[in-house]
Nanobody, 126 residues
Framework: QVDLVESGGGLVQAGGSLRLSCAAS????????LGWFRQGSGKEREFVAA??????????NYADFVKGRFTISRDNAKNTVYLQMNSLKPEDTAVYYC?????????????????WGQGTQVTVSS
């Protein structure tokens, strides 16, 4: 079980920057894959960025629409994952959610358990 609390959202002008943080409680933080998703008004939740577990080397992956602008990172000592967002656009306006995924492999069985934060609002004005 892990609890996630996001912070850092707010109102920013187009071209500006924000850094989102997601603090996790619980043990074995390094064993969780971490990600950020977002949901705009009237839209489905979509993937933004992810970073792998510590043992996987923390491989990162980004949605095409944020590549070169957003950076995901993790600090296992602080049980925190970050999303640095630069060159923000009005279309980045959304509620941003933190995700933690624990993958367990037993033989040929793979189990994935997802945990979500409550979300933080990001609004980019034009």
């Amino acid at each position: 079980q892990v609890d996630l609390v996001e912070s850092g959202g707010g109102l920013v002008q187009a071209g500006g920057s924000l850094r989102l943080s997601c603090a996790a409680s619980g043990r074995s933080f390094g064993s969780y894959g971490l990600g950020w998703f977002r949901q705009g008004s009237g839209k489905e939740r979509e993937f933004v960025a992810a970073i792998g577990t510590t043992w996987s080397g923390g491989i990162t992956n980004y949605a095409d629409f944020v590549k070169g602008r957003f950076t995901i990172s993790r600090d296992n000592a602080k049980n925190t994952v970050y999303l640095q967002m630069n060159s923000l656009k009005p279309e980045d306006t959304a509620v941003y959610y933190c995700n933690a995924r624990l993958t367990t492999v037993q033989g040929i069985s793979v189990t994935r358990r997802d945990y979500w934060g409550q979300g933080t609002q990001v609004t980019v004005s034009s």
